[in-house]
């Protein structure tokens, strides 16, 4: 059921001049029963001027006698045609002061390491502006060469999950145009969570049984000839020359 305006205000008037029970005004303006039973005692909403529900065209008298009749009645808005087909607006996302200073940092490391992204999804993530988004892109901006790359979910700017449905459409959108993706495109076109439980693509062949005959001499035999040698006599093998000998007795002498 949709909300009345202002209803806190609607409340107090309910509680002021109907015998609605407070379950019925809570039900209706979206409240709880006790903050509504706090505005009757007074403890709640002090100040605040009531708001006609009926003079401003979202309940009927005829509703309202329905509910104080039968206290399971539950309170219906008006029906309004002209309000029928039309969508909640967005504006704008809202950026404290404190973090409108990091916005081009976290526009940078969009635009690098998401450049799938459309300057309206970057709009929306971070709440900038698309001159500002083509500058930093271009590296036409005032300050360009100051702006280091921060993730904007780091700086608060935007949830995770935000990031990630914008990142999951831009590669929808990329698959459906039939483009060909390299490991880090697809690694970025996909959220954090799937990209650190991706397996990375092997850069060289597992089966290597080619590569154990690799030689970079001309002749492989030359190579199979040296290694079987005949190495028959252990003490041919082990054996000194023969001046070495001579040259010990000479060390001897001296």
């Known amino acids: 059921m949709a909300k009345p305006i202002m209803a806190r205000a609607t409340a107090v008037w309910l509680v002021d001049n109907t ?74 996302r809202y950026t404290p002061l404190s973090k409108r200073q990091d916005r081009p940092a976290s526009i940078y490391w969009l635009v690098k390491f998401h450049p799938e992204l459309s300057d309206g999804q970057i709009s929306k993530l971070v709440g900038t502006t698309k001159p500002t988004i083509q500058a930093i892109r271009e590296r036409t901006h005032w300050n360009i060469a100051n702006i280091q790359p921060i993730d904007p979910v780091a700086l608060g700017l935007c949830k995770q999950s935000e990031l990630d449905a914008a990142v999951q459409k831009a590669a929808a959108k990329k698959a459906a145009e039939g483009g060909l993706m390299s490991d880090d495109e697809r690694r970025r076109l996909v959220s954090t969570e799937q990209s650190l439980g991706m397996d990375t693509e092997p850069k060289i062949p597992t089966a290597i049984e080619e590569l154990e005959t690799f030689t970079l001499s001309g002749n492989p035999a030359d190579d199979d000839d040296r290694d079987r040698g005949d190495y028959s006599d252990a003490d041919s093998f082990f054996k000194l020359p023969e001046n070495g000998a001579d040259d010990e007795d000479e060390d001897d002498d001296k």
């Open 19 to 92: 015998t609605l029970s407070f379950k019925q005004i809570a039900d209706f303006v979206e409240m709880h029963e006790l903050e509504v039973q706090g505005i009757a005692d007074g403890d709640v909403a002090q100040g605040v001027k009531g708001f006609d529900p009926v003079a401003n065209n979202q309940l009927t008298e005829e509703e309202i006698e329905k509910a104080q009749a039968n206290p399971l009645h539950k309170l219906k808005l008006k029906f309004n045609a002209a309000a029928q087909g039309e969508e909640k607006r967005r504006g704008p």
